[in-house]
């Protein structure tokens, strides 16, 4: 309990992400500073989801943007169906499909007591405001979060694989995109933040 108190104050008393750090794919300590002037896309992914062919898009917009500043950063994590088994490197292997060359970490928590600390910001800093009406599966989400947690809606949560938060060349969270959001939006938004 002490532990979680401490983590949620730490994530509460930053002004940015770069005060955190993450495990990168090779069990390395990343500073998040080291990404200070660039824009950032944060999302948590997973190889067997409804939404993984998002990798190619992602790929897409990390390669559009890439030279001007802009990097993704990809925390996989299996609280979702666990729909991101195995190791970091059978992640990794998997993610050669896709030709993903953007920055892989280890896999993370996002939610509950064991979350990573850099998650418990960025759901303090951008709050869930609902999932895209246009999307088909929008009402396939909401009706089964509907059902294990009737209030969903109401927490900050990550509700489901891919979310994605955009962090400005500053480190402040500007923006949070839930999987049902287009790469269009996403990739507008990401636009308007680079040089």
């Known amino acids: 309990m002490a532990l979680c108190c401490a983590t949620m104050m730490a994530a509460h008393a930053q002004k940015d992400i770069y005060g955190f750090t993450a495990k990168d794919a090779n069990g390395e300590t990343v500073s998040m500073e080291q990404y200070k002037g660039k824009v950032i896309l944060i999302v948590n992914t997973a190889t067997e989801c409804g939404f993984t062919p998002q990798y ?3 790929e897409a917009l990390y390669e559009k943007f890439a030279d001007r500043g802009f990097v993704i950063l990809d925390f996989p ?3 979702f169906g666990e729909q991101a088994p195995g190791t970091i490197e059978e992640i990794q292997q998997f993610c050669t499909q896709f030709n993903v060359q953007f920055l892989q970490f280890d896999k993370i928590e996002v939610n509950g007591k ?6 418990t910001y960025l759901k303090k800093k951008q709050k869930f405001r609902g999932f895209d009406k246009d999307h088909k599966l929008s009402p396939l989400l909401d009706n089964m979060l509907s059902r294990q947690y009737p209030n969903y809606e109401k927490t900050p949560d990550i509700k489901w694989n891919f979310t994605k938060f955009l962090v400005d060349r500053n480190g402040k969270v500007v923006a949070r995109f839930e999987p049902t959001a287009s790469m269009e939006r996403v990739a507008a938004a990401v636009e308007k933040l680079l040089p």
């Open 114 to 119: 064991n979350a990573h600390p850099l998650y």
């Open 77 to 79: 994590c299996n609280q």
């Open 56 to 58: 190619t898009e992602l």
